[in-house]
């Protein structure tokens, strides 16, 4: 599957943005679909997770209550809003695809986008 990111942009703290994810290909619905983010000089992490139906998300604990993941997989997109964003948010965003299932592990994902930068002011 081929996904594409967009939605990323230059925000003020306490602002909200809501990246879009969109994927191209045959059985979207049955991949599972993560977010990730690399921040300069640091590693990829892990944002959040959402499994092929979309009744199961996962979040990294530093976004849990600000960011939520949802997915239309009639339109093969996927989502993030991003609410009470912080400096520490700032970085490139991906969005990346497994089959069947979903989790925190960015090497078990096998295809991903080209990332939208996301930058926070203080």
């Known amino acids: 599957v081929q996904l594409q990111a967009s939605g990323g942009g230059l925000v003020q703290a306490g602002g909200s943005l809501r990246l879009s994810c969109a994927a191209s290909?045959?059985?979207?619905?049955?991949?599972?679909m993560g977010w990730f983010r690399q921040a300069p000089g640091k590693e990829r992490e892990f944002v959040t997770a959402?499994?092929?139906?979309?009744?199961?998300?996962y979040y990294a604990d530093s976004v849990k209550g600000r960011f939520t993941a949802s997915r239309d997989n009639a339109k093969n997109m996927v989502y993030l809003q991003i609410d009470n964003l912080k400096p520490e948010d700032t970085g490139v965003y991906y969005c990346?695809?497994?089959?069947?299932?979903?989790?925190?592990?960015?090497?078990?994902?096998?295809?991903w986008g080209q990332g939208t930068q996301v930058t926070v002011s203080s």
């Open positions: 290909g045959r059985f979207f619905s049955s991949y599972g």
């Open positions: 990346a695809a497994r089959q069947r299932v979903c989790n925190s592990d960015w090497l078990q994902y096998s295809d």
């Open positions: 959402i499994n092929p139906n979309g009744v199961n998300t």
